[in-house]
């Protein structure tokens, strides 16, 4: 069975940086793409980053380019999203996510939640003015 267990979030004020880690395991097939997402209270969850597991292509939200970095470590199968200087609006619960299937050298890794099969429980970033 796929688990996607994330760590790293907590309360950070404006500014400040956070790292988020999402640990995928149990999956014996191949995985295309790995994604975050964040969902805001009263809000629909969005696409923030995301990253094709070969070659490391990577794809951001406007939101969040120039402030965050999505990365991996396919020996520990984690991935990654470094963020800086967070602001308020940034404040969601923070989900990773995994696209199963064989990836090309075109890919543009994809924000698109629905092309994710398989989802983490979320942690939690509260960016605080």
């Known amino acids: 069975q796929v688990q996607l267990v994330e760590s790293g979030g907590g309360s950070v004020q404006a500014g400040g940086s956070l790292r988020l880690s999402c640990a995928v395991s149990g999956y014996t097939g191949a995985i295309r793409s790995l994604g975050w997402f964040r969902q805001a209270p009263g809000k629909e969850r969005e696409g923030v980053a995301a990253?094709?597991?070969?070659?490391?292509?990577?794809n951001y939200a406007d939101s969040v380019k120039g402030r965050f970095t999505i990365s991996q470590d396919g020996a520990k199968n984690t991935v990654y999203l470094q963020m800086s200087s967070l602001k308020p609006e940034d404040t969601a619960m923070y989900y990773c996510?995994?696209?199963?299937?064989?990836?090309?050298?075109?890919?543009?890794?994809?924000?698109?939640?629905?092309?994710?099969?398989?989802w983490g429980q979320g942690t939690q970033v509260t960016v605080s003015s």
């Open positions: 996510a995994a696209r199963p299937g064989y990836y090309n050298i075109y890919d543009v890794p994809t924000l698109t939640q629905s092309q994710y099969d398989y």
């Open positions: 990253i094709r597991t070969g070659g490391g292509r990577t």
